[in-house]
């Protein structure tokens, strides 16, 4: 059983910064794809980033692309989403994912999920 445990969410103004992590039960990036999905009130969660198992290539939802940063430290088994340029439509439950796919945009194509990190981005 894979379990993901998300930290690193908080207030914060527009335009400011903050840097998610993910922390991994094992060494499971081999093995699955990470990726960092989000949901905000009213609205289904949405996928944000996803870096592939193996190869680590990256994948960005337009919307964050050039603002957002997807990485892993295979040592410390731990993913982590640098956040720049934060806007209020940023703000959302964070949720760390894992899935058995090569790779994959889709939440619903990830099998294990993270209980959610809180990022408000607010003035």
């Known amino acids: 059983q894979v379990q993901l445990v998300e930290s690193g969410g908080g207030l914060v103004q527009p335009g400011g910064s903050l840097r998610l992590s993910c922390a991994a039960s094992?060494?499971?990036?081999?093995?699955?794809?990470m990726g960092w999905h989000r949901q905000a009130p009213g609205k289904e969660r949405e996928f944000v980033a996803a870096?592939?198992?193996?190869?680590?290539?990256?994948y960005y939802a337009d919307s964050v692309k050039g603002r957002f940063t997807i990485s892993r430290d295979n040592a410390k088994n731990t993913v982590y989403l640098q956040m720049n340029s934060l806007k209020p439509e940023d703000t959302a439950v964070y949720y760390c994912?894992?899935?058995?796919?090569?790779?994959?945009?889709?939440?619903?194509?990830?099998?294990?999920w993270g209980q959610g990190t809180q990022v408000t981005v607010s003035s």
């Open positions: 094992g060494s499971i990036f081999s093995i699955y794809s």
């Open positions: 994912a894992a899935s058995r796919a090569a790779g994959t945009t889709s939440p619903k194509r990830y099998d294990y």
């Open positions: 870096i592939t198992r193996g190869t680590g290539s990256t």
